[in-house]
Structure formats: C-alpha cells, structure tokens
C-alpha cells in the first residue's frame, strides 16, 4: 500500500537555526499539508498546497515558515529560523481531491529546538 | 480558535468491551466530521467520516453518530481489541479539497487483556 514518507525521523537544531523537513506525499495525490503536534497536544494544520501554490494557512504558519515543491516527488517545509516554541512533531498529508476529509498522514519528524 | 474537542482525555475498557469515545464541536457549518486514530510513533491515520448530513454511520467495528442538535460526534468500537489502543481524534473540515483538518483534542484507549 503506498504511503508518505519523510525524512528525518528526528532533526535536532539549535535556536535560530534553518531546518527543512522533507516529505514524499503518495505519487497520485494533488493537495499536500503540513500539520504540527506539540508533545501531549492536538494535531494543529499549518498549510495546504496544491498546483504549486499555498491553498490555505494557519496563523501559525507565519513568514519563517515556507513550503515548496522542488521537484515531482518532494514537499519541503521550511523554517527559517528556529525558535524554542517550534519544538513539536511535523506531520506532512497528502490526498486526492475527491475526499477531502481522508488524509494520509506520514510518520512525522520530531523536531527539538535546543 | 477550538472548535473540535473531546469530553474525556482517557478511557481504559476490556478486551471484548465496547468502547464509546465522544466529542463535541461548534461548528456547524462543517461538512464533514471525522475520526483518526493515532498509534504510539505514527501519524493519524483515518478510520471513518460522516457527512453533516447523515446522523449516523457504521464501518468495520466502527460506528460513528453525529447529533446536530447537541453538537456531539461519537466513535463506538465494538469487541475492543489490543491493537485499538490508540489515540482517538475527532476532526472536521469542509467539502472542498486542500482545506485544513481541524482536530480536537485526542482521547487516549487503553485496551486490557
């Protein structure tokens, strides 16, 4: 069964520094998502992408955060730089337009910000 | 702000039991309203929705029920097993693609043999 994948599994950065985070969405999806979940807490959404062009942001995604399709396989989330707050679990979705409502989700990359 | 939110953060069943989790919103104008389940290390993974239309809806040991009246959702597992422990989300979103998953907060099931 395809799955997302993304890479790394844990990314440990410093305050201030720029981290991306990768994610390969499944290969016949067209909306791509990032969503965040701070230890403990709810699964938060932060963007949607589709044709190459934000579809809809949180107010947490602010201007150190930034997507982008690079290629035909990739979907990066950038932060440019760090903050102590970031530290959570980065999840990255992908799905078909005919269900909006069935998102797959990869495995996450626990980010900690030190 | 919130709108999705669950009434109980745990709920410990037996092997064979049935468990109920709730949920509660605010938003009325969603579409649709849905239940994810989390495993320990992974992300959410989708177990069934339910139209804002439709009061109620049945998938493999899984039921959903939607009352608009109270605003409340509910997930019943029939015959829990082990590998249902989970974290249990409640989420919603509306009927147009690329748009935002808001979840509430999480309901940890603890499955006992």
């Known amino acids: 069964e395809p799955e997302v994948t993304q890479t790394p599994s844990h990314q440990v950065t410093q305050m201030g520094q720029e981290v991306i985070l990768r994610c390969v969405p499944i290969s016949n999806h067209l909306y791509f998502y990032w969503y965040r979940q701070i230890l403990g807490q709810k699964v938060e959404f932060l963007v949607s992408f589709y044709n190459n062009e934000i579809s809809e942001k949180s107010e947490i995604f602010d201007d150190q955060f930034s997507v982008e399709r690079p290629d035909g396989s990739n979907f990066t989330l950038k932060i440019r730089s760090t903050k102590l707050e970031d530290s959570a679990m980065y999840f990255c979705?992908?799905?078909?337009?005919?269900?909006?409502?069935?998102?797959?989700f990869g495995p996450g990359t626990r980010l900690t910000v030190t | 702000g919130e709108s999705v939110g669950l009434h109980l953060p745990t709920l410990s069943v037996q092997e064979g039991d049935n468990s109920i989790i709730n949920c509660a919103y605010s938003n009325s104008a969603s579409d649709y309203f849905i239940w994810y389940k989390q495993e320990s290390g992974k992300g959410p993974q989708f177990i069934i929705d339910?139209?804002?239309?439709?009061d109620k809806r049945q998938g493999q040991r899984v039921t959903v029920l939607l009352n608009k009246t109270v605003k409340h959702l509910s997930l019943q597992i029939a015959a829990t097993q082990p590998g249902d422990s989970a974290v249990y989300f409640c989420a919603e979103t509306f009927n147009q693609a690329g748009t935002a998953l808001i979840f509430g907060k999480g309901t940890t099931l603890s499955v006992s043999s």
């Open positions: 979705a992908s799905n078909t337009p005919g269900a909006p409502y069935e998102q797959y």
């Open positions: 339910i139209r804002s239309n439709m």
